[in-house]
C-alpha cells in the first residue's frame, strides 16, 4: 500500500497569498491585488527592492503565519489520512513549529505527524533534508509517495527512493522549471485523482 509524505506550504496551506498581502500593506502598496512570486527567492519584479530576511521575520511575528489559508481541502485531506499514514514535512525552523501546529487545527486536519525538514537549512547545523526525513519515518512495505513544490526537495526525494512517486505541485515560482523525474501536478485535487487511481490499479 501507500504511504504519503507531503509538503506544507504551497501545497496544504497557501503561504504566499498571506505573505503578498503583507507585503502589500506594509511594503509595496502598488504590488498588484493577487500577485504571487515567480521565484521562490522573492526577487522578480517588485520584490526584488524587499530585504527579504527583514519581511520574513516581521511577518513571522505578525502571528498572521498561524492563519494562513488552505490549498488542500479538508474532506479530501482527511479521506486520505484517515485511509493511509500522512506525513507532513515542513521547511521551517523549530521555533515556527507551534504556530504550524496552530493552523493546522484551525483548520481541522489530520496527520500521523508533522516533521522539519527541506532543501532550505536555515544556517542550522544538521537540518534535515526531506529525504533523511523520509528515510527515518517511512514503512519499507509501503511505497512512498510524496509531494512538493520545490523541484530541489522533489530532486532529492526521488534520488533517494528511486521506487517513490514524487509529485510536483505546480505553483508560480516552478513553472519555468523543466521536469525531471517527478510527476507534476497543477493542483491538490489532481494529486489526490493520482492517489485513488493508484490504489484502484491495485485492485
Known amino acids: 500500500?501507500?504511504?504519503?509524505?507531503?509538503?506544507?506550504?504551497?501545497?496544504?496551506?497557501?503561504?504566499?497569498?498571506?505573505?503578498?498581502?503583507?507585503?502589500?500593506?506594509?511594503?509595496?502598496?502598488?504590488?498588484?491585488?493577487?500577485?504571487?512570486?515567480?521565484?521562490?527567492?522573492?526577487?522578480?519584479?517588485?520584490?526584488?527592492?524587499?530585504?527579504?530576511?527583514?519581511?520574513?521575520?516581521?511577518?513571522?511575528g505578525s502571528g498572521r503565519f498561524a492563519q494562513l489559508n488552505l490549498l488542500a481541502d479538508k474532506e479530501s485531506f482527511n479521506r486520505l489520512s484517515s485511509t493511509f499514514p500522512l506525513h507532513l514535512v515542513t521547511n521551517l525552523p523549530q521555533e515556527h513549529y507551534g504556530q504550524r501546529i496552530k493552523n493546522l487545527i484551525l483548520h481541522g486536519l489530520n496527520y500521523?505527524?508533522?516533521?522539519?525538514?527541506?532543501?532550505?537549512?536555515f544556517g542550522i547545523k544538521d537540518y534535515p533534508s526531506k529525504a533523511q526525513v523520509i528515510e527515518g519515518l517511512r514503512?519499507?512495505?509501503?511505497?512512498?509517495?510524496?509531494?512538493?513544490?520545490?523541484?530541489?526537495n522533489c530532486r532529492q526525494v526521488k534520488a533517494?527512493?528511486?521506487?517513490?512517486?514524487?509529485?510536483?505541485?505546480?505553483?508560480?515560482?516552478?513553472?519555468?522549471?523543466?521536469?525531471?523525474d517527478w510527476e507534476r501536478v497543477l493542483d491538490w485535487p489532481e494529486f489526490v485523482a493520482e492517489v485513488d487511481q493508484a490504489v484502484l490499479s491495485r485492485g
Open 160 to 180: 533517494a527512493f528511486p521506487q517513490a512517486r514524487v509529485f510536483l505541485m505546480q505553483r508560480p515560482h516552478n513553472e519555468e522549471v523543466p521536469d525531471e
Open 139 to 152: 514503512d519499507k512495505n509501503r511505497q512512498v509517495f510524496f509531494l512538493d513544490d520545490h523541484p530541489e
Open 1 to 60: 500500500m501507500l504511504e504519503l509524505f507531503l509538503d506544507v506550504d504551497g501545497v496544504i496551506l497557501d503561504f504566499e497569498s498571506t505573505f503578498m498581502d503583507f507585503v502589500r500593506e506594509y511594503y509595496i502598496p502598488e504590488l498588484p491585488l493577487n500577485y504571487l512570486p515567480k521565484s521562490w527567492e522573492l526577487k522578480d519584479g517588485l520584490l526584488s527592492r524587499l530585504d527579504v530576511d527583514q519581511t520574513w521575520n516581521a511577518f513571522m
Open 112 to 121: 500521523a505527524s508533522l516533521n522539519l525538514g527541506g532543501h532550505h537549512s
